[in-house]
């Protein structure tokens, strides 16, 4: 199965502990998304990559989070000096074209005590 | 912020009964599609209908869109217990490459 995965799928870590994610998409889909979702509530858009250019970012992405996509393929999301807040699953999806029909990985849940 | 709205919050119905959930959002709009989420399956895709489009058939499901109203709505037939989900909304905006979630109808479909 070629589809999207991200690790790890849960992370327990203390407040003030920076934390970071991977996200593998479907290798032909150039677009990747980052999501973040909490209970009872649909995703929200944190930010988009074209290829590797980093083309929007959520408001919700404050200066303590950053995504990157070096080489176009694999993605990262890091939080720095986390807090109880940013407890949520953490979304990654893929696509050929944009908003386009997106595949989702599984998530990561991240919990901070 | 989300623009999407679903209606209801949840649903509950009978197995072979018909499913009805709506969406409303606010902003012009690419196309807007559906999406379903299980414990088991994370989210999946089900539906796309672009804003030139008014009605959409995939299996079983049946979507509309009324770009006047900014209204959608997904119609599931003869519900099975294995349709129980979350089902969500999104919006493409014209604006932005952003997609816009509603919170989402839970359906319940009791054997």
């Known amino acids: 199965d070629t589809g999207v995965s991200q690790d790890p799928r849960h992370k327990i870590t203390k407040r003030g502990q920076n934390v970071t994610f991977r996200c593998d998409p479907i290798?032909?889909?150039?677009?990747l998304y980052w999501y973040r979702q909490t209970l009872g509530q649909g995703p929200e858009f944190l930010t988009y990559?074209?290829?590797?250019?980093?083309?929007?970012k959520s408001r919700l992405l404050s200066d303590r989070f950053s995504a990157e996509r070096p080489k176009g393929s694999f993605s990262t999301l890091e939080i720095q000096r986390t807090e109880q807040g940013d407890s949520a699953m953490y979304l990654c999806a893929s696509s050929l074209l944009v908003n386009d029909e997106q595949f989702f990985g599984p998530g990561t849940r991240l919990t901070v005590l | 912020s989300q623009q999407g709205e679903e209606d209801p919050q949840a649903l509950s119905i009978q197995e072979g009964e018909n499913a009805t959930m709506n969406c409303s959002y606010k902003?012009?709009?690419?196309?807007l599609q559906w999406y379903r989420q299980n414990s088991g399956r994370g989210l999946v895709h089900l539906i796309l209908?672009?804003?030139n489009e008014r009605e959409k058939h995939s299996g079983r499901l049946r979507v509309t869109l009324d770009t006047s109203k900014k209204s959608s709505s997904l119609l599931i037939t003869a519900s099975r217990a294995a349709d129980t989900a979350s089902y969500f909304c999104?919006?493409?905006?014209?604006?932005?490459?952003?997609?816009?979630w509603g919170a989402g109808t839970k359906l319940i479909i009791k054997p």
């Open positions: 209908i672009r804003s």
């Open positions: 290798s032909e889909h150039n677009r």
């Open positions: 902003t012009s709009i690419n196309n």
């Open positions: 999104a919006t493409d905006e014209v604006s932005n490459y952003q997609l816009i």
């Open positions: 990559f074209q290829n590797e250019a980093q083309l929007e």
